[in-house]
């Protein structure tokens, strides 16, 4: 059985960097074509991707957050860290990680795995 | 900041046929890039309902079909029952942005 779980904190100060950890099990990361995804949820809003790692540690970021964002992986803990640096309010949202299969030859198949998501508030 | 646009709502009553729209353009769906469709039952995650060229995940009924045409692409809902009331997005990949890139969101109300 395929899982992901997202983990952090749940209440920023804005400018502090935020650190999400999305521990998965039921496949490896160091299989080819694999990846796993960052993606975002404003209350009430629409879903938002941020970030991607594949098995080979390519990386891919939003062009709009992505001199905020900084994706890693530590195959042997199966985990992907996320770190957002200079918080803001507008970043409070619902973080998600999910996997993608067969990015080895295009952008894959579709987000089919999900985390259960961590909910992170920016407040003084 | 959604690069893909779809209807802020739909509605029908049980029983009958929604359709869904997701428009897009040259640099995602146009480009010939998958479109994937996800459910969103309320407070929770999104889940996979269809992956491009219609495939759809193990358990997902197949009242759910999806299609795709030029920029645009659509999901269908045939025999509309109460458990379908949920937010649905659809997805694609966008080459100009070198990423994935969400619908709008459309909530779906069973009357």
């Known amino acids: 059985q395929v899982t992901l779980r997202e983990s952090g904190p749940a209440l920023v100060k804005p400018t502090q960097t935020l650190t999400l950890t999305c521990t998965f099990s039921?496949?490896?990361?160091?299989?080819?074509?694999?990846?796993v995804n960052w993606i975002r949820q404003p209350p009430g809003k629409a879903l938002e991707w941020l970030a991607r790692?594949?098995?080979?540690?390519?990386?891919y970021y939003s062009t709009s957050l992505k001199t905020r964002l900084t994706i890693s992986k530590d195959t042997s803990k199966n985990q992907v860290v996320l770190t957002m640096t200079n918080m803001d309010p507008v970043d409070t949202a619902t973080y998600y990680c999910?996997?993608?299969?067969?990015?080895?030859?295009?952008?894959?198949?579709?987000?089919?795995?999900w985390g259960q998501g961590t909910t992170v508030t920016v407040s003084s | 900041q959604s690069v893909l646009t779809q209807p802020p709502s739909v509605s029908g009553a049980p029983g009958q046929r929604v359709t869904i729209s997701c428009t897009g353009s040259?640099?995602?769906?146009?480009?010939?890039?998958?479109v994937h469709w996800y459910q969103q039952l309320p407070g929770t995650a999104p889940q996979l309902l269809i992956s491009?060229?219609?495939n759809r995940p193990s358990g997902v009924p197949d009242r759910f079909s999806d299609s795709k045409s030029g920029t645009s692409a659509s999901l269908a809902i045939t025999g509309l029952r109460a458990e379908d009331e949920a937010d649905y997005y659809c997805?694609?990949?966008?080459?100009?942005?070198?990423?994935?890139?969400f619908g709008t969101g459309t909530k779906v109300t069973v009357l």
């Open positions: 039921g496949f490896s990361l160091s299989t080819s074509g694999m990846c």
């Open positions: 491009g060229n219609s």
């Open positions: 999910a996997r993608i299969r067969g990015v080895s030859s295009g952008p894959g198949s579709g987000m089919d795995v």
């Open positions: 790692i594949d098995w080979d540690d390519d990386k």
């Open positions: 997805q694609s990949y966008d080459t100009s942005l070198t990423g994935y890139v």
């Open positions: 040259s640099s995602n769906i146009g480009a010939g890039y998958d």
